[in-house]
């Protein structure tokens, strides 16, 4: 049996090294239809786990999932000025339906701000009714010109949570919730150390007030935005009269908001973590955190190995420990090791003669290669020392990727500083926030400003800070990047 | 404070009753566009313990979830006859996007077979790959010209089971693997007492080779079509060239399956157990289980009902009953107690100044109406009386739909006795299965076969037994209704 074919080293070529984890891990692949992708099994498990993590945090805030139609009238989107003007370009349009022509053409949701808006017009009476904290789950269509498995797909999968409240402050207040909540999500669940911060008015969503996002440093320092939290204002509560009766018995518009994260989360797991030998899940969120792997040459040998090992997987599996037991026949050991370290399951156990002699199995660590990342387990307490081990490597993994990124992060005092940062990390600068600057940046160096980062920005256009591109006074320090 | 307005009730317009239930439960409502609905939290909860309930089962016979793209090009559907000729007239097709014309027109998917026996043809390539079980939950578009919410929609929400395997006698197995967890959803957990059957020429899936079902019983004697499973032969394994090299190392076609059940359940709950007070949902899905409404008038009063009910409401939360605390104020305990019967929650639990000095609450039971659903339950061991009078409602609600359905289901020896059944229950008649009898049947009665139960046709085409209407010989024996 030949050995895995490897992916292509990320030194060579990020961006194929990518394609090929993504297909060789089997995560995903291309749909017949260029710019859509088919989620395969082991993909859609790691999708669901972030789902859960995440559906979990919102039931816990109070929100409540419902579902939107797929098809918005054409004359829906075109209500919000700025919204149409995002995202026209990226529409598609479903003109036949039932064997006739339709008489106004159909929007397949590119996002439902729109259709949701009308909803809330109609179910918010009163002061009352809000807040009302609304979630959907649901697939959505951009087309994309330049499609890549995961990051940007013309059809993705993803949760678009949109709220309607009396305040603003109570919007605003409900935008930096959903933010952290994703930078939760991405701390603790997939380990990636996200960056909280302000969209500049170039990057925000169309049709919003603000936009948050959070962004994510990739294996290349590239950035990937993971999730974003938008104060819409009451720019969709105006063009769809979502308005309530206040206290004191007079008509107010509504304060709205909306956030999502989508599939592409899938693909900023892929690059924060993984290496040349394919994918590396953090345990909290792998479809499978432990994978056992029985060796034998003996039919005895076969006969006691698979009794030891069904031993152990009912013992792990009853704790809740997420496992796979790879009994294939035919594949070498080595064979198999190769497989389960590019599919980056966390921790691998093998049983052979020996181990089952000792009662015991010998672990080894994803994160860890070779010696370092073995050791033998004694069969008894052996779920728990799993557990504590896959609680160490999810740690142990967001350690490496915050001391990556803290190393790639650097402030910039002047413009030809970032020039010389940009592939090589991101660079926080002063900034005034203006598209032209945004422009000359990106026509220079390939960077787009990721975001204001709240943390590194106490106040708003401090007095005498000055935008290191055009001079102008600055709105804050932005961190800018290369981006996907 | 007003009090609810009812529903129609079901004897004066059962139609009627059906969609003001939908609206008023808060299960859903129409979406812009025509035939596309809203599901509303409360639908979508009930929509999610559905889904949970099925998922487990899907899981626990070793299927894996997967997603495949929403668009699939118009030559795909082209190639298997029978299936484009049954769903061309229900397509959504897009034909624009990002702005131009498309080549090749895109359909919105009415069902996956096709772009799934694509992907299959790509993964199958051995036997060791088989069986080969795949389900995905999604959305899909059928045009649809006299929608109603739930059970007839253009979109609607569904799962769809995927399967490939080497024999034909294992992709009929696990057809008929998947109705009996389907049976077994709808009896355990929607406290539906469905009937299993093989479906008519006439009435199966287009590309099917069978079609299996399991049929329900509604409140006015109609039947639903509640979930498939249908054989596929090789019809679609040939149509997309599903492969795989045998132990002999030898081409062979793949044997497919394919089996779902969608959002038309929920209609069916509302159906089968609704009354003329509104829902009535079985606790296994309800999404709330139990609802407490707090009963007070003076200021002390309300203190001390609070701080007892947030008592009663922890312990309930922790045993894992899923509760609902009604504190909203300026409503009468009256008016609350429609609302929630309305919306059909199995169990309500009322506290009052004396409930607080007994330390007890006032348990009412939403299947049992006035003092005979009522008793006094104390607050130790609160929770186990609540589980156990859950599961009392449940098997109680089944055991009612079980006798409804059983006295409305009759053995029809000609076909005069089945035109004077029809509307007031089902006829269990020896029938040909050629369409001509069916759509004879169709015209004269507008009853459709429903269904060959498996259970009351030990064997197929009986030697001496004939079709009621041709006097043919008869296939076996199908049960007749009126049908959504």
Redesign the interface.
Known sequence: MAENKGVTPQSEDYSRWYTDVVKMADLA?N???RG??????Y???L??NIKTALDMRFKATGH??????????MS?IEKEAEHVEGF????????????KELEE??V?RPTSET?IG??FS?WIQSYRDLPLL?NQW??V?R???RPRLFLRT??F?WQEGHTAHATEEEAVAETLQMLDIYADMAINECAIPVIKGLKSPQEKFAGAADSYAIEAMMGNTWALQSGTSHFLGQNFAKAFNIQYLDEANEQQYAWTTSWGVSTRMVGGVVMAHGDDKGLRLPPHIAPYQVVITPIWKTPEDEESVFRFTNLVADQLRSAGIRIHVDKRAGLSPGFKFNDWEMRGVPVRLEIGPRDVEGNSVMSARRDVPGRDGKQILPLEGLEMAIAELLENIQSSMLETATKFRDERLHEVETYEELKALVGQGWGLMWHCGSPECEDKIKEDTKATSRCFPLDENPEWNPVGEKCAVCGKPAFGRAYFSRAY
């Open positions: 692949d749909a017949p239809v859509c992708m088919i989620i395969k099994p993909g859609y498990e999708w669901e409540r999932n419902a579902y939107f139609p797929l098809f918005i009238p829906f026209a370009p990226e529409l598609a349009v479903v003109t036949h339906g039932g064997g053409p159909l397949v259709v009308h909803a109609d609304i649901a697939n269509v087309w994309e010109k013309t059809e999968l």
